[in-house]
């Protein structure tokens, strides 16, 4: 038999900083550091130990005796049961105060690498109904909240349409309200759930590989289109077209009605074909003039104002005049490539996903822009001696990786060509300053801002400039 494990609580415990994973910090009074979940710095509460290690404990607050300034109510009823906003009970300044202090704390601690003065983070104009893309998951057994347990559960509709509950892939919340995208998203998903509850269809099963709704994706766009994707374990054309017929009736403003039927086990759909039911199979997005047609498999940034804002920051980091050559890896559709290319003499964009360098041509050829050039790979194999000879060194590389960062080989290959300016967008500062101390052999960081993307939440995007010394 395993080892029970012991019931601890600490008792009157001062909440005194925030962590990694925007979980809030405490110490005990042997010094041992507890990471507190629910909790903002200044509050004082007694905590429920959760998890024991050695070097740290977790923790949630079961009783609060004095409630932090930093607080505020939050704004939504699912808070604290959803995932989604994790920082609604702190109040939006000392949001943008924590995510600056991370990249401080980060790039000090783990990069080790001599910094400039850090601009202050840019904030978001817009801190709810932001994100132009939200992804929804049905389900047949839905999380009941603690007093429908209480309560005679006998009658309750099971179904729901909603978000997973933090850290449990096969329990879902169904929303009432989410203050997440703007309208008519909202509206769709209450519209859809109503229907399938009205006409009793049934909802995907994991375990039992069985029943007919599995996803719904909306997509917004600054333009005002509009993309509603449904996906279906099986096909039931007559189930289905009644349920598309539904939400185009419902909602005429719809541009792109798509859906897919997905048999696998799991929701991935890249792989899969998307069949257009009504409208066109793409929305478009706007950027000083520029249109960018996003598909359902295309990636944009989910935050559209805030892009702008951070691209315009990569911008001006690049200190572009017209005669550079322009790496950008990681480029993704080639939004930034395309962005930057009016500043360009030309742009070279690499990334690993074939399907956005389809959408970046597409793009460059809406947009009538021809010093874009964009090639398809592993950047580590991309990214060699033979290629760059072939296209040119260049001046200016912008890099936007992924969360986990660049390959080590990516690294060397940028230190060997050694470009006089190095742009460096990141969506996980640690990452980033691990890559900094890597570059610090030849070069130096000259300018940082934080960007905020993601109100109340604790993730932060950073721009570095690097120079050569």
Request: aromatic share 10%.
């Amino acid at each position: 038999m395993g080892r029970r494990k012991k019931n601890i609580v600490l008792e009157n415990v001062n909440i005194i900083d925030v962590g990694s994973e925007g979980k809030a910090i405490a110490k005990t009074e042997d010094n041992m550091t507890v990471f507190v979940t629910g909790a903002v710095t200044g509050d004082v509460c007694d905590l429920q130990v959760t998890k024991k290690r050695r070097a740290y404990m977790e923790a949630r607050p079961t009783q609060f005796h004095e409630l932090s300034d930093q607080r505020v109510e939050p704004f939504c009823e699912h808070f604290g049961t959803c995932g989604g906003c994790k920082w609604q009970m702190l109040d939006y300044k000392w949001q943008l105060h924590y995510k600056q202090k991370q990249v401080v704390d980060q790039l000090s601690r783990i990069g080790k690498v001599e910094l400039p003065e850090i601009t202050p983070i840019f904030a978001s104009e817009e801190t709810f109904e932001y994100r132009n893309k939200m992804e929804f998951t049905f389900t047949g057994n839905r999380w009941l909240t603690k007093e429908e347990m209480e309560s005679n559960t006998e009658g309750i509709e099971k179904r729901g349409v909603g978000l997973h509950l933090p850290g449990m892939w096969n329990k879902i919340l169904h929303l009432n309200n989410c203050y997440l995208q703007n309208k008519p998203s909202d509206d769709i998903r209450k519209s859809v759930y109503d229907f399938i509850v009205k006409n009793d269809y049934t909802v995907y099963d994991q375990k039992e590989e069985d029943g007919f709704l599995r996803n719904m994706v909306i997509r917004t766009s600054s333009t005002g289109d509009i993309m509603v994707m449904l996906l279906f374990f099986k096909d039931d054309e007559e189930k289905r077209n009644a349920l598309l017929d539904h939400i185009k009736e419902q909602f005429p403003e719809i541009t792109s009605l798509l859906y897919v039927i997905n048999g696998k086990r799991n929701d991935s759909y890249h792989d899969l074909d998307v069949i257009t039911y009504h409208g066109l199979p793409y929305i478009e997005e706007e950027m000083e003039g520029l249109r960018f047609r996003v598909g359902p498999k295309s990636f944009y940034q989910t935050n559209s104002k805030q892009a702008y804002n951070l691209y315009k920051v990569a911008r001006d980091f690049a200190e572009l005049t017209g005669e550079e050559k322009v790496y950008d890896l990681y480029t993704g559709t080639g939004t930034i490539a395309q962005f930057v290319s009016k500043k360009a003499k030309e742009v070279i964009g690499i990334e690993y996903v074939k399907d956005a360098i389809k959408d970046a041509k597409v793009n460059t050829d809406l947009n009538g822009i021809e010093n874009c050039k964009f090639f398809a790979g592993d950047m580590k194999d991309i990214l060699v001696p033979s290629f760059i000879k072939k296209h040119g060194e260049p001046d200016v590389i912008i890099t936007d990786p992924p969360r986990a960062g660049m390959d080590e080989k990516v690294v060397a290959q940028i230190l060997k060509v050694a470009p006089k300016r190095i742009v460096y967008i990141s969506c996980n500062p640690a990452t980033q300053a691990r890559d900094l101390a890597l570059l610090d052999e030849k070069y130096k960081v000259t300018k940082v801002m934080p960007v905020d993307m993601f109100p109340h939440t604790y993730h932060v995007e950073n721009v570095v400039a690097l120079e050569l010394k």
